[in-house]
């Protein structure tokens, strides 16, 4: 029986992290530079995790703005007509974090992804098998 097939390795050539997208909001763009700077030293970028990225950024920009307006109001609010609601941007929070979650585990951004992804080590006894 076979064992797993081979995954290609992202390309590594890019030496420095990529320019954030423009359509990105400052909160995002910050996001993008921090999470390409890290994802750049690990060698695990790619020109094809662009659109991972940006809704990796766009998300998590979303889900600090949520959360500074839970801290502020709270997770309970009144309504219009003076009746205690769940705070809304509890569930951007969490809807945010659902999309944050999984994007973390692909790109090795959690303890326990981290320790599952073989990480590129920068080149010590790489081969020039791109399966490898």
């Known amino acids: 029986m076979r064992g797993p097939k081979p995954r290609p390795k992202p390309s590594t050539t890019e030496q420095t992290p990529p320019a954030p997208p423009e359509e990105l909001t400052d909160e995002a763009k910050a996001e993008w ?5 890290i994802l750049t030293r690990q060698r695990i970028w790619s020109e094809a995790d662009q659109a991972a ?3 990796y950024c766009t998300s998590y920009a979303d889900y600090r703005h949520a959360s500074k307006m839970v801290r502020e109001n709270g997770t309970v609010i009144l309504s219009n007509s003076g009746t205690p609601v769940k705070n809304p941007y509890c569930s951007v929070q969490r809807d945010c ?3 944050i979650r999984p994007l973390l585990a692909e790109f090795g951004l959690s303890p326990s992804s981290r320790a599952r992804l073989k ?5 010590a006894g790489d081969s020039d ?3 490898d």
């Open 97 to 99: 974090w659902e999309r």
């Open 53 to 55: 990225l940006i809704i």
């Open 33 to 37: 530079e921090r999470i390409t700077n």
């Open 119 to 123: 990480l590129d080590d920068g080149g």
């Open 129 to 131: 098998d791109e399966f």
